[in-house]
């Protein structure tokens, strides 16, 4: 199993990046997957989650109408769309899939993480 995250990189505030989480070893459509956020000194906050069992989706609240998780599970890729980011998205990001269908904030009912993906907002 291994999920590889990417797309990261240096955006003004106001910008747009997409990330993406290569998944392989597992069939993705059987898995909630979702994207973590981690800066300096603080714990891993989860960002954005996709469940699979009821199509059901979870966001942070501070990420809410700015950034869309979505999944192209015959391409075994997981995306997460990030409009209007602000210098506070600052954060390695990482993909996870969790054990089971359904959606989770607690990093550690994840099982399996991808490498982290540096984003940087900044003017």
């Known amino acids: 199993v291994q999920l590889q995250a990417s797309g990261g990189g240096l955006v003004q505030p106001g910008g747009s990046l997409r990330l993406s989480c290569a998944a392989s070893?597992?069939?993705?459509?059987?898995?909630?997957i979702a994207w973590f956020r981690q800066v300096p000194g603080k714990e891993r906050e989860a960002v954005a989650c996709s469940s699979h069992s009821d199509g059901n989706s979870y966001y942070l609240e501070s990420v809410k109408g700015r950034f869309t998780i979505s999944r192209a599970n015959a391409e075994s890729t997981a995306y997460l769309q990030m409009n209007s980011l602000k210098p506070e998205d600052t954060a390695v990001y990482y993909c996870?899939?969790?054990?089971?269908?359904?959606?989770?904030?607690?990093?550690?009912?994840?099982?399996?993480w991808g490498q982290g993906t540096l984003v940087t907002v900044s003017s």
């Open positions: 996870a899939r969790r054990r089971g269908l359904m959606c989770g904030i607690h990093a550690m009912t994840y099982d399996y």
């Open positions: 070893g597992f069939t993705l459509d059987w898995y909630a």
